[in-house]
């Protein structure tokens, strides 16, 4: 009867053991990558115009007269080390104050307006901060 009292209390301790270490783990990889919330987000059927990449961008440039300003990689539920699903894009018309927001998805190749805005503002100081961030790390302006 003690050996298995034994037994028993050695199994809940190895349970709590490795309970503890994958709580520690869990708990460092989710503070790899910020996600929103469960329940903070929802998934919504919104209209949204795509098209295939090189039209879009071209009437971003030529129509528009907008430039690519920022872009970024689009990762698989925010994880860093996926693989990239999409891209985001920010292109701006000094000319025309207008802005839009771009989402290429990697398997279609498709090209999609997630927003449009009109007379926008920049914080020009955090501007000028990622600016100069930039160029003491070396990573000056590919264009």
């Given amino acids: 009867m003690k050996q298995i009292i034994k ?22 990889q989710s503070e790899g990558h910020p996600t929103f919330p469960p329940g903070a987000m929802k998934q919504t059927m919104a209209p949204i115009f795509c098209g295939e990449a090189q039209l879009v961008y071209g009437y971003a ?11 970024a990689e689009v990762k698989q539920k925010g994880d860093p080390n996926s693989a990239t699903i999409a891209w985001v894009s920010f292109w701006y018309s000094q000319e025309t104050k207008t802005g839009s927001m771009f989402l290429t998805v990697a398997d279609s190749g498709e090209t999609c ?3 449009y805005g009109m007379k926008w503002e920049f914080d020009t100081d955090a501007l000028l901060d990622i600016v100069n961030e930039s160029f003491s790390e070396g990573n000056e302006s590919t264009q």
Avoid at 7 to 28: D, H, M, R, T, W
Wanted: charged share 5%.
């Fill in 7 to 28: 037994n028993i209390a050695g199994i809940i301790s190895i349970v709590v053991f490795f309970g503890i270490i994958y709580a520690v783990l869990n708990k460092a």
């Fill in 61 to 71: 440039t030529t129509l528009f007269q907008q430039k690519a300003l920022a872009w």
């Fill in 113 to 115: 307006l997630m927003g």
